[in-house]
């Protein structure tokens, strides 16, 4: 028995953990993005592919090099965070992008978005979104060139080339663009419309997203509220609330970078007030602002408010003294 | 009846099958029992025997002058063999009374046999069950005397049996209530008679469905079944309190402040036995389980039972272990001696292997805000745990952290496997000895 007991281990309760640690999660995230993605290539072409690649590797080598320099080790690339932030800032660009887009853009990234702070979890801005809020101000011409999807759904052909430069609804209606014709809700839902890579099928996002949410890593509060939120503007402006939640990124932003749990508030309270302050600064980007989508800066200018929302947001103590 | 819930808790797998089909059996005595000084919460005991001393069995061998303590009792005749430092299942050497059983059993003379408890008075019951060395068989091992005795304007209308048993692994308590019932009403009508309560409440999670059943038999009007969602902490008293009754002991107070006394089964177990056979506290029921111990037992053991007794009636270990708990996995203590004895606050030994006793590197907080969802307090611990490690023992006791009930939930549930209950637990020893200064 007594070599035994030199074995034994000593340490502080409760001795049992849950199974699903970060890096469980990080892989969640990836699963529940791949029918976008795939959607993504099937509509954009094959080129998407290498963009999505060229941004997902370059992010994991990004954030190596970064490990590196700030001597850690090479195994905090197993939770898998970079690839999500390559993955997801891949789905926020245009198709045809040059691919050194995606390299600059996880650069800034993981390096500027993350890796000054201190890495995963001391992040205060969604890295993803650093990255692409670089890119639309650097390369606003390239970030913003569109083209019409290859395949079409239900035999429609496009009638343009798919070379032809195009323009996503929300730029037809915001910019009043003429000789566009708008695509009715049902191509918004399914996603065979020009915008981003991953952000123009919102069923497929949709399915991500309650997939993350069944799997409790996302809280529902948060894409509800945003979408809630983005709708009732809309109505409260006259604009189309159906046409203004399926259009652009909303769905791609509120399931898969307003729930980013580094950047979100701690709180379910908190989270209602973030989904609802995102709503808000995307509806003024889009109702007053020079661009037509709002998404990024409206989750950016919340992660930025993060603090202050859990700062003043507190659970109600239990046994708490009603004052 | 209604039941109210709580908010935050989590679900650990229960593994309970591993025991709870096994009837409670006793071991053989075994050849020392070493009766620690420090069995409860309160003044630790000074022994009133020496070394050499033949002691009977229930003889009181250790006792205090505080009104927190209870005594301590020679679980077994026999001689003293020494009184020296002994490891405790808190990892801390505590003074210990070794006895050498004879064998014989011989009972002190001076116990009553009088079983009737009908014709003493609540305070002559009172002064029996602390003479009997009786605390509260939950875990905390408070006296069981102190709690059955509130001051004069607190109104108790309530005694809730704890027969929750959330912890995984345990199942002692589920067996009594299997095997014992009417002990277990017994206990709490002599409860209900201390504290001029007509009204009783069983609280058991809905897991235990065959326990409902069999107590159900012996109950009247009087005492009510609460069937609870399995939940854990839901055998917190706080929170048994707060899904039976919706009343919320009020932060830094106790269950006497909103009208309730809570007891665990066990303990009501102990009481009714007591007035059953004079008796004092001198055995408890113990699960003995976890996945590296070849044949789970629930265990009827004299206090003072070192554990590696214990171990070798479940059929030893199966492979080599990595650790040894004692108490449920969630709130137990992990010891490092297989000398530890059983204290009366032991109501289970969990023992992993070295596979299963994982230890793991915690990374940054990712900020998902799960322990927050969980806290069955609602404090925020990741916020909690950064004040700590930061010094900021003011703002960590601002925001609650002395409300904090050691559950684990928030540790458990933590994806980033940060320890933050070591943390609370640090930060709060610190703030109550800054206090004491």
Same mark, same amino acid.
């Given at each position: 028995?007594?070599?035994?007991?030199?074995?034994?281990?000593?340490?502080?309760?409760?001795?049992?953990?849950?199974?699903?640690?970060?890096?469980?999660?990080?892989?969640?995230?990836?699963?529940?993005?791949?029918?976008?993605?795939?959607?993504?290539?099937?509509?954009?072409?094959?080129?998407?592919?290498?963009?999505?690649?060229?941004?997902?590797?370059?992010?994991?080598?990004?954030?190596?090099?970064?490990?590196?320099?700030?001597?850690?080790?090479?195994?905090?690339?197993?939770?898998?965070?970079?690839?999500?932030?390559?993955?997801?800032?891949?789905?926020?660009?245009?198709?045809?992008?040059?691919?050194?887009?995606?390299?600059?853009?996880?650069?800034?990234?993981?390096?500027?978005?993350?890796?000054?702070?201190?890495?995963?979890?001391?992040?205060?801005?969604?890295?993803?979104?650093?990255?692409?809020?670089?890119?639309?101000?650097?390369?606003?011409?390239?970030?913003?060139?569109?083209?019409?999807?290859?395949?079409?759904?239900?035999?429609?052909?496009?009638?343009?080339?798919?070379?032809?430069?195009?323009?996503?609804?929300?730029?037809?209606?915001?910019?009043?663009?003429?000789?566009?014709?708008?695509?009715?809700?049902?191509?918004?839902?399914?996603?065979?419309?020009?915008?981003?890579?991953?952000?123009?099928?919102?069923?497929?996002?949709?399915?991500?997203?309650?997939?993350?949410?069944?799997?409790?890593?996302?809280?529902?509060?948060?894409?509800?509220?945003?979408?809630?939120?983005?709708?009732?503007?809309?109505?409260?402006?006259?604009?189309?609330?159906?046409?203004?939640?399926?259009?652009?990124?909303?769905?791609?932003?509120?399931?898969?970078?307003?729930?980013?749990?580094?950047?979100?508030?701690?709180?379910?309270?908190?989270?209602?007030?973030?989904?609802?302050?995102?709503?808000?600064?995307?509806?003024?980007?889009?109702?007053?602002?020079?661009?037509?989508?709002?998404?990024?800066?409206?989750?950016?200018?919340?992660?930025?408010?993060?603090?202050?929302?859990?700062?003043?947001?507190?659970?109600?103590?239990?046994?708490?003294?009603?004052? | 009846?209604?039941?109210?819930?709580?908010?935050?808790?989590?679900?650990?797998?229960?593994?309970?099958?591993?025991?709870?089909?096994?009837?409670?059996?006793?071991?053989?005595?075994?050849?020392?029992?070493?009766?620690?000084?420090?069995?409860?919460?309160?003044?630790?005991?000074?022994?009133?025997?020496?070394?050499?001393?033949?002691?009977?069995?229930?003889?009181?061998?250790?006792?205090?002058?505080?009104?927190?303590?209870?005594?301590?009792?020679?679980?077994?005749?026999?001689?003293?063999?020494?009184?020296?430092?002994?490891?405790?299942?808190?990892?801390?050497?505590?003074?210990?009374?070794?006895?050498?059983?004879?064998?014989?059993?011989?009972?002190?003379?001076?116990?009553?046999?009088?079983?009737?408890?009908?014709?003493?008075?609540?305070?002559?019951?009172?002064?029996?069950?602390?003479?009997?060395?009786?605390?509260?068989?939950?875990?905390?091992?408070?006296?069981?005397?102190?709690?059955?005795?509130?001051?004069?304007?607190?109104?108790?209308?309530?005694?809730?049996?704890?027969?929750?048993?959330?912890?995984?692994?345990?199942?002692?308590?589920?067996?009594?209530?299997?095997?014992?019932?009417?002990?277990?009403?017994?206990?709490?009508?002599?409860?209900?008679?201390?504290?001029?309560?007509?009204?009783?409440?069983?609280?058991?999670?809905?897991?235990?469905?065959?326990?409902?059943?069999?107590?159900?038999?012996?109950?009247?009007?009087?005492?009510?079944?609460?069937?609870?969602?399995?939940?854990?902490?839901?055998?917190?008293?706080?929170?048994?309190?707060?899904?039976?009754?919706?009343?919320?002991?009020?932060?830094?107070?106790?269950?006497?402040?909103?009208?309730?006394?809570?007891?665990?089964?066990?303990?009501?177990?102990?009481?009714?036995?007591?007035?059953?056979?004079?008796?004092?506290?001198?055995?408890?029921?113990?699960?003995?389980?976890?996945?590296?111990?070849?044949?789970?037992?629930?265990?009827?053991?004299?206090?003072?039972?070192?554990?590696?007794?214990?171990?070798?009636?479940?059929?030893?270990?199966?492979?080599?272990?990595?650790?040894?708990?004692?108490?449920?996995?969630?709130?137990?203590?992990?010891?490092?001696?297989?000398?530890?004895?059983?204290?009366?606050?032991?109501?289970?030994?969990?023992?992993?292997?070295?596979?299963? /006793?994982?230890?793991?590197?915690?990374?940054? #907080?990712?900020? $998902? !805000?799960? @322990?927050?969802?969980? &806290? %069955?307090?609602?404090?925020?611990?990741?916020?909690?745990?950064?004040?700590?490690?930061?010094?900021?023992?003011?703002? /960590?006791?601002?925001?609650?952290?002395?409300? #904090?009930?050691? $559950? !684990?939930? @928030?540790?458990?549930? &933590? %994806?980033?496997?940060?320890?933050?209950?070591?943390?609370?637990?640090?930060?709060?020893?610190?703030?109550?000895?800054?206090?004491?200064?």
């Amino acid at each position: 028995m007594k070599s035994e007991m030199d074995k034994l281990i000593v340490s502080s309760s409760p001795h049992i953990f849950v199974k699903e640690d970060v890096s469980y999660a990080m892989r969640q995230v990836i699963y529940a993005l791949i029918p976008a993605t795939l959607a993504g290539v099937y509509f954009f072409g094959l080129y998407s592919l290498w963009v999505i690649l060229v941004s997902i590797i370059s992010a994991v080598l990004w954030e190596a090099f970064a490990l590196f320099l700030r001597k850690k080790p090479l195994n905090i690339l197993l939770d898998f965070s970079a690839v999500v932030t390559g993955l997801l800032l891949a789905l926020t660009l245009p198709p045809k992008v040059p691919l050194w887009i995606p390299v600059i853009g996880s650069g800034v990234a993981i390096l500027l978005g993350k890796q000054v702070f201190g890495g995963l979890g001391d992040n205060f801005l969604n890295p993803a979104l650093v990255g692409r809020a670089f890119l639309l101000s650097s390369y606003p011409q390239i970030m913003t060139s569109w083209i019409e999807p290859i395949h079409k759904i239900g035999g429609m052909v496009s009638q343009a080339s798919p070379l032809t430069s195009t323009a996503t609804p929300l730029a037809i209606v915001k910019l009043k663009l003429t000789g566009y014709q708008l695509p009715s809700y049902w191509h918004l839902f399914i996603g065979d419309i020009p915008g981003c890579i991953g952000e123009t099928s919102a069923l497929l996002l949709l399915l991500g997203g309650v997939y993350l949410i069944y799997k409790e890593i996302v809280d529902w509060r948060i894409p509800l509220s945003y979408i809630l939120t983005v709708f009732i503007i809309s109505l409260l402006f006259g604009k189309d609330p159906i046409f203004q939640i399926l259009a652009g990124g909303l769905f791609l932003g509120a399931f898969f970078m307003a729930t980013d749990w580094v950047t979100t508030p701690l709180t379910k309270k908190g989270k209602v007030i973030f989904g609802i302050g995102a709503g808000f600064f995307t509806m003024v980007i889009r109702l007053f602002g020079i661009y037509p989508e709002g998404v990024s800066y409206g989750i950016l200018v919340m992660n930025a408010l993060t603090p202050l929302i859990d700062r003043t947001i507190k659970p109600r103590k239990f046994g708490e003294v009603r004052k | 009846m209604k039941i109210y819930g709580f908010k935050g808790g989590v679900h650990p797998p229960e593994k309970k099958e591993l025991s709870k089909d096994i009837p409670i059996t006793k071991i053989p005595l075994p050849e020392k029992l070493i009766v620690l000084t420090v069995q409860h919460t309160g003044a630790s005991v000074t022994p009133l025997v020496k070394p050499k001393d033949y002691v009977f069995k229930g003889q009181k061998i250790g006792d205090a002058q505080a009104f927190v303590t209870a005594p301590i009792h020679a679980p077994t005749s026999g001689t003293v063999k020494r009184i020296a430092l002994y490891p405790h299942p808190n990892g801390r050497n505590v003074l210990g009374i070794e006895i050498e059983p004879d064998g014989k059993e011989e009972i002190f003379p001076d116990i009553s046999k009088d079983s009737s408890w009908q014709n003493l008075s609540p305070e002559d019951i009172r002064k029996r069950i602390r003479e009997a060395g009786i605390v509260g068989l939950g875990g905390a091992a408070f006296p069981t005397h102190v709690k059955i005795s509130p001051p004069p304007e607190k109104k108790i209308d309530t005694i809730i049996l704890n027969g929750a048993e959330c912890e995984p692994y345990l199942t002692i308590d589920y067996r009594l209530m299997l095997e014992k019932p009417q002990l277990i009403v017994e206990g709490l009508r002599i409860l209900m008679y201390v504290l001029g309560v007509k009204k009783g409440i069983i609280g058991i999670e809905n897991n235990k469905k065959d326990a409902v059943e069999v107590l159900r038999k012996y109950i009247d009007s009087d005492i009510e079944i609460a069937i609870l969602p399995t939940k854990y902490p839901q055998g917190s008293e706080k929170h048994l309190i707060k899904a039976i009754l919706d009343r919320e002991v009020p932060s830094g107070g106790l269950p006497l402040d909103v009208g309730v006394v809570v007891n665990n089964v066990g303990t009501a177990v102990a009481i009714a036995e007591h007035f059953k056979t004079g008796l004092p506290l001198i055995s408890r029921g113990v699960t003995v389980t976890g996945e590296n111990v070849n044949s789970p037992k629930n265990l009827d053991v004299l206090i003072g039972t070192p554990v590696s007794k214990l171990i070798e009636a479940a059929g030893g270990f199966r492979e080599k272990p990595g650790k040894i708990i004692f108490g449920g996995p969630m709130m137990g203590i992990a010891i490092y001696d297989m000398d530890t004895p059983v204290i009366k606050g032991t109501s289970g030994v969990v023992v992993f292997s070295e596979k299963d /006793a994982k230890y793991y590197e915690p990374v940054e #907080c990712v900020r $998902c !805000g799960k @322990c927050v969802d969980v &806290c %069955p307090m609602g404090l925020m611990p990741t916020i909690l745990a950064k004040y700590v490690r930061k010094d900021k023992l003011i703002e /960590a006791e601002e925001l609650g952290i002395l409300d #904090c009930i050691e $559950c !684990g939930s @928030c540790n458990y549930i &933590c %994806p980033s496997r940060r320890p933050l209950l070591q943390w609370i637990r640090v930060g709060k020893t610190d703030i109550l000895a800054k206090r004491r200064k």
